[in-house]
């Protein structure tokens, strides 16, 4: 096993991938000779070569419809996506034709085409480089959406996202590329070193895409939630000292139903969490999910964490971030209540 | 009171009951431009997207150095493909008027550019088609009848009953699926074309767009990334002068031509009378032969010109004069090859009036066993179950779910209650 940052798992899994597929080929902006700008790609095109590791214009329409046309030609294309902020000049090509080919074609033609996109806050960068738009592509049928929370579940799942037939849009929370981040910017750093999910195999291996993970287990409460927040839910629990249970969705869509839903009926409560806007988010469809399969085992209603309705402000980032203050007031509020 | 602001608004030389004025076109006479080697330099080609490559004249005589010389029997071949597209297109319209198929888009004026290029390319390239190239489906050998079931959406549709008629697609056939999205193939085929170098390959790309949907962000990505990368493709615009009721200039092309497009670009342009077969045929031959020696994409412009409405949802006669396409100066393509083979003497009015019967009686017979697989109104009806099939290649459970619940109220419904 090797210890590995966010940034160097996702590397690896491009790595291993293209060494094993010579149709692998990764393109965007600036992942060619520099290496990406978050250094993901770093040193891909010295080892596969300007064919397959290509500097794309700023274009993102372009590097998407570019990367399904490549799919339609027998390639497996990455694309990455600078920001997940800029991705919507590509949504276009992303809901009208990538994920619909292979239903209006009957399964003729498929495009596999991945998508990575470094996204959320707590980096500083501001409304154009902070967003979570993972609900908006969870509701596009014909794409799977996946968001790693740890090193190890980024390359497992980043692989089996290139290897999928199907397209999928890979959402890479930022601020926890180089290392967990519990929701107080006001502590040191922590490197991925003092994390086990640091521990990354350096060889092939997958991460299925469509099963949610327990982090840890608990009794009192289930706190289903991904990316970032996955620290900062278990830093929470902890500085609460309850006995929380943990799950880290990670794939988006499919969604592993089953997973969540034994959590909240055994628990009986349950606090969803996401960075992304509140209304109409992915966690309303995890809320309805979850109250349709585990009403009767429900002793308080479902409760949501998650950013405020508004652009992502620069100099009140952590204002708007749910960070800790806010997650134990969600478990509060989940635990007090009675049914 | 005259409205202060400078802004140009582009109206067409023409509406409802004015006389039909196309004064604003550039033509060239026939064989005036000259045919520049694949390998020149762009820089050297600029003069091909200002003139207007045209061969056959206005006596129907073949002129100048585009002419490919063609031999009668394939100019003849080619005659029959646009003609059939011609009958397959009026017979589906006709069935559209009888509300036997819900909607119809026709190829009417524009035939010779997907019969043309059908022909120039060769069939393991791959074609990114706008929803007028039926004729490439046609040319590339798709089964009328297969064409027919797809339009009435029944038991033999390709689609499953999924998509808009005339959304057709042939895999085996190399061309691609039609999208409704306007422009959105153009940058498939871009990087279709760069996989294809990728793989040292010598299959190029070729895709189809409208004067109006240059305006689109995907054409200008796609040239983008064409330029770039000297991806070989041919990007084709068809500039039928209308985009369903906006003329040419809303779009763009009052000032320059739309095969200057790319000049910016450094990607070469030809502006091609698009009603003119041999014309047509030649420029793709040129630009793919240059696309292949890996001299990069090419942007071809067709000046052609919808004679018929946009769809049978539209009524040209609201914003356009009626009979505008009789006073078009480049003619119809049909009429135009018939009377180029005619004069040459390898054709005659009752050869051609006898092919039309044919291929009239050929479409016919695919409508009678079309309607055998299921109408709009007659069964056999396909399985609406299916509309759950190929949203992925590995389903979510949600959708097996989805489809046991719909089919549980459908059933208890019955067959054919939609409530």
Same mark, same amino acid.
């Given at each position: 096993?090797?210890?590995?940052?966010?940034?160097?798992?996702?590397?690896?899994?491009?790595?291993?991938?293209?060494?094993?597929?010579?149709?692998?080929?990764?393109?965007?902006?600036?992942? @060619?000779?520099?290496?990406?700008?978050?250094?993901? /790609?770093?040193?891909?095109?010295?080892?596969?070569?300007?064919?397959?590791?290509?500097?794309?214009?700023?274009?993102? @329409?372009?590097?998407?419809?570019?990367?399904?046309?490549?799919?339609?030609?027998?390639?497996?294309?990455?694309?990455?996506?600078?920001?997940?902020?800029?991705?919507?000049?590509? =949504?276009?090509?992303?809901?009208?034709?990538?994920?619909?080919?292979?239903?209006?074609?009957?399964?003729?033609?498929?495009?596999?085409?991945?998508?990575? /996109?470094?996204?959320?806050?707590?980096?500083?960068?501001?409304?154009?480089?902070?967003?979570?738009?993972?609900?908006?592509? *969870?509701?596009?049928?014909?794409?799977?959406?996946?968001?790693?929370?740890?090193?190890?579940?980024?390359?497992?799942?980043?692989?089996?996202?290139?290897?999928?037939?199907?397209?999928?849009?890979?959402? %890479?929370?930022?601020?926890?590329?180089?290392?967990?981040?519990?929701?107080?910017? %006001?502590?040191?750093?922590?490197?991925? /070193?003092?994390?086990?999910?640091?521990?990354?195999?350096?060889?092939?291996?997958?991460?299925?895409?469509?099963?949610?993970?327990?982090?840890?287990? @608990?009794?009192?409460?289930?706190?289903? /939630?991904?990316?970032?927040?996955?620290?900062?839910? *278990?830093? !929470?629990?902890?500085?609460? @000292?309850?006995?929380?249970?943990?799950?880290?969705?990670?794939?988006?869509?499919?969604?592993?139903?089953?997973?969540? !839903?034994?959590?909240?009926?055994?628990?009986?409560?349950?606090?969803?969490?996401?960075?992304? *806007?509140?209304?109409?988010?992915?966690?309303? %469809?995890?809320?309805?999910?979850?109250?349709?399969?585990? =009403?009767?085992?429900? %002793?308080?209603?479902?409760?949501?964490?998650?950013?405020?309705?508004?652009?992502?402000?620069?100099?009140?980032?952590?204002?708007?971030?749910?960070?800790?203050?806010?997650?134990? !007031?969600?478990?509060?509020?989940?635990?007090?209540?009675?049914? | 009171?005259?409205? &202060?602001?400078?802004?140009? +608004?582009?109206?067409?030389?023409?509406?409802?009951?004015?006389?039909?004025?196309?004064?604003?076109?550039?033509?060239?006479?026939?064989?005036?431009?000259?045919?520049?080697?694949?390998?020149?330099?762009?820089?050297?080609?600029?003069?091909?997207?200002?003139?207007?490559?045209?061969?056959?004249?206005?006596?129907?005589?073949?002129?100048?150095?585009?002419?490919?010389?063609?031999?009668?029997?394939?100019?003849?071949?080619?005659?029959?493909?646009?003609?059939?597209?011609?009958?397959?297109?009026?017979?589906?319209?006709?069935?559209?008027?009888?509300?036997?198929?819900? #909607?119809?888009?026709?190829?009417?004026?524009?035939?010779?550019?997907?019969?043309?290029?059908?022909?120039?390319?060769?069939?393991?390239?791959?074609?990114?088609?706008?929803?007028?190239?039926?004729?490439?489906?046609?040319?590339?050998?798709?089964?009328?009848?297969?064409?027919?079931?797809?339009?009435?959406?029944?038991?033999?549709?390709?689609?499953?009953?999924?998509?808009?008629?005339?959304?057709?697609?042939?895999?085996?056939?190399?061309?691609?699926?039609?999208?409704?999205?306007?422009?959105?193939?153009?940058?498939?085929?871009?990087?279709?074309?760069?996989?294809?170098?990728?793989?040292?390959?010598?299959?190029?790309?070729?895709?189809?767009?409208?004067?109006?949907?240059?305006?689109?962000?995907?054409?200008?990505?796609?040239?983008? #990334?064409?330029?770039?990368?000297?991806?070989?493709? +041919?990007?084709?615009?068809?500039?039928?002068?209308?985009?369903?009721?906006?003329?040419?200039?809303?779009?763009?092309?009052?000032?320059?031509?739309?095969?200057?497009?790319?000049?910016?670009?450094?990607?070469?342009?030809?502006?091609?009378?698009?009603?003119?077969?041999?014309?047509?045929?030649?420029?793709?031959?040129?630009?793919?032969?240059?696309?292949?020696?890996?001299?990069?994409?090419?942007?071809?412009?067709?000046?052609?010109?919808?004679?018929?409405?946009?769809?049978?949802?539209?009524?040209?006669?609201?914003?356009?004069?009626?009979?505008?396409?009789?006073?078009? &100066?480049?003619?119809?393509? +049909?009429?135009?090859?018939?009377?180029?083979?005619?004069?040459?003497?390898?054709?005659?009015?009752?050869?051609?009036?006898?092919?039309?019967?044919?291929?009239?009686?050929?479409?016919?017979?695919?409508?009678?066993?079309?309607?055998?697989?299921?109408?709009?109104?007659?069964?056999?009806?396909?399985?609406?179950?299916?509309? #759950?099939?190929?949203?992925?290649?590995?389903?979510?459970?949600?959708?097996?779910?989805?489809?046991?619940?719909?089919?549980?109220?459908?059933?208890?419904?019955?067959?054919?209650?939609?409530?």
């Amino acid at each position: 096993m090797a210890q590995m940052n966010m940034i160097e798992a996702i590397r690896s899994a491009m790595d291993v991938v293209m060494d094993k597929d010579p149709n692998v080929v990764v393109l965007g902006e600036d992942v @060619g000779y520099f290496g990406g700008v978050f250094r993901c /790609t770093d040193g891909l095109q010295r080892k596969y070569g300007e064919h397959r590791v290509i500097d794309a214009p700023i274009a993102e @329409g372009g590097i998407i419809g570019a990367a399904i046309g490549m799919g339609l030609n027998g390639l497996r294309p990455v694309a990455e996506i600078q920001f997940a902020d800029y991705i919507y000049p590509g =949504f276009d090509q992303i809901v009208s034709e990538l994920a619909k080919i292979r239903y209006r074609s009957c399964g003729e033609f498929f495009s596999p085409v991945t998508i990575r /996109t470094p996204c959320g806050g707590g980096i500083r960068g501001g409304q154009t480089h902070s967003q979570s738009p993972e609900g908006i592509f *969870t509701h596009v049928s014909g794409i799977k959406t996946v968001m790693p929370s740890n090193p190890y579940d980024a390359k497992g799942l980043l692989i089996a996202a290139i290897e999928s037939d199907d397209p999928v849009v890979f959402f %890479e929370p930022k601020r926890i590329y180089n290392g967990p981040f519990d929701g107080d910017p %006001e502590k040191p750093a922590v490197p991925w /070193t003092s994390h086990p999910k640091g521990e990354v195999p350096e060889g092939y291996y997958t991460v299925p895409i469509g099963e949610a993970e327990v982090v840890q287990q @608990g009794s009192e409460i289930s706190i289903v /939630t991904y990316g970032t927040l996955v620290h900062v839910a *278990t830093a !929470a629990a902890e500085k609460m @000292g309850i006995d929380a249970e943990v799950i880290d969705v990670r794939s988006l869509s499919p969604l592993d139903v089953t997973t969540l !839903a034994d959590s909240v009926k055994k628990t009986g409560r349950c606090l969803i969490a996401h960075e992304a *806007t509140r209304f109409g988010g992915y966690g309303a %469809e995890l809320a309805a999910t979850l109250q349709k399969s585990c =009403f009767y085992h429900l %002793e308080a209603p479902i409760a949501r964490v998650a950013g405020w309705d508004t652009p992502y402000p620069h100099a009140f980032e952590w204002q708007y971030f749910p960070g800790l203050k806010r997650m134990v !007031a969600g478990i509060e509020r989940v635990l007090e209540t009675t049914a | 009171m005259a409205n &202060p602001s400078r802004l140009h +608004i582009p109206r067409p030389t023409a509406r409802p009951g004015d006389e039909p004025d196309f004064s604003y076109l550039d033509l060239s006479p026939a064989g005036s431009i000259d045919r520049p080697s694949v390998g020149a330099r762009t820089r050297d080609l600029e003069f091909l997207s200002a003139g207007l490559v045209r061969v056959l004249d206005d006596d129907h005589e073949a002129k100048g150095p585009w002419n490919p010389d063609l031999d009668p029997e394939k100019l003849q071949i080619a005659l029959r493909w646009m003609m059939l597209n011609r009958v397959f297109d009026q017979r589906m319209w006709q069935i559209q008027r009888q509300g036997r198929i819900s #909607f119809y888009m026709e190829a009417f004026g524009e035939e010779a550019v997907s019969i043309a290029q059908g022909m120039a390319l060769r069939s393991g390239d791959m074609c990114f088609p706008s929803y007028r190239n039926q004729g490439l489906y046609l040319y590339r050998g798709m089964n009328l009848v297969d064409m027919m079931c797809q339009c009435l959406s029944n038991t033999r549709d390709m689609c499953k009953g999924r998509q808009l008629p005339i959304m057709y697609h042939f895999k085996s056939g190399n061309v691609f699926s039609i999208s409704g999205n306007l422009a959105t193939q153009y940058p498939h085929a871009v990087g279709w074309a760069m996989a294809s170098a990728i793989k040292g390959e010598d299959h190029i790309a070729a895709s189809w767009l409208g004067d109006g949907s240059t305006a689109e962000a995907d054409f200008h990505h796609a040239l983008t #990334f064409a330029a770039v990368y000297q991806a070989p493709v +041919i990007l084709n615009v068809v500039n039928n002068q209308w985009a369903i009721s906006t003329f040419q200039g809303t779009a763009g092309g009052e000032r320059r031509p739309f095969a200057a497009r790319g000049l910016g670009l450094g990607i070469p342009g030809i502006r091609v009378d698009g009603n003119d077969l041999l014309a047509v045929y030649a420029v793709t031959v040129w630009a793919a032969d240059r696309a292949r020696r890996g001299g990069g994409p090419t942007l071809i412009e067709h000046v052609t010109y919808r004679a018929g409405a946009h769809s049978t949802s539209d009524d040209p006669s609201k914003y356009r004069p009626k009979d505008e396409h009789l006073a078009w &100066p480049l003619g119809d393509p +049909i009429d135009r090859l018939k009377e180029h083979l005619i004069k040459e003497g390898h054709w005659s009015e009752k050869k051609h009036a006898k092919l039309e019967e044919e291929l009239k009686a050929e479409v016919m017979a695919a409508w009678k066993e079309a309607q055998q697989y299921g109408t709009m109104t007659e069964g056999p009806w396909l399985d609406p179950s299916t509309m #759950f099939d190929d949203v992925y290649a590995d389903p979510p459970q949600r959708l097996e779910s989805q489809r046991r619940r719909m089919l549980e109220i459908h059933q208890q419904n019955g067959n054919g209650d939609h409530s």
